[in-house]
């Protein structure tokens, strides 16, 4: 059974980091591409960050380019997101997803507050 489990995350003030973990089991973690995607409140899904299998190739949303950065531990089946000079519009529910064998998995997802 795949299963991905986001920790980290909480009340953090503006200009402030944090990181995201999620831990993935029940697949071959590091055959697979894994993406960040986010919610904030009242909104749509955002896709936040995504990186390949190897680990060699990251792409980024425009919102959080050059401040975010994801990178993972195909050891461990562990994903990542340092999340540096936060701001109010960061605020959201980070989930953590996997394509696997053509179904979408989802973490249940850990919220940021980035508030004063």
């Known amino acids: 059974e795949v299963q991905l489990v986001e920790s980290g995350g909480g009340l953090v003030q503006p200009g402030e980091s944090t990181r995201l973990s999620c831990a993935a089991s029940g697949f071959t973690f590091s055959a697979y591409t894994m993406t960040w995607v986010r919610q904030a409140p009242g909104k749509g899904l955002e896709w936040v960050s995504s990186m390949n299998s190897l680990g060699d190739n990251q792409k980024y949303g425009d919102s959080v380019k050059g401040r975010f950065t994801i990178s993972r531990d195909n050891i461990n089946s562990m994903l990542y997101l340092q999340m540096n000079s936060l701001k109010p519009e960061d605020t959201a529910v980070y989930y953590c997803?996997?394509?696997?064998?053509?179904?979408?998995?989802w973490g249940q997802g850990t919220q940021v507050t980035v508030s004063s």
């Open positions: 997803n996997a394509v696997v064998r053509a179904t979408n998995y």
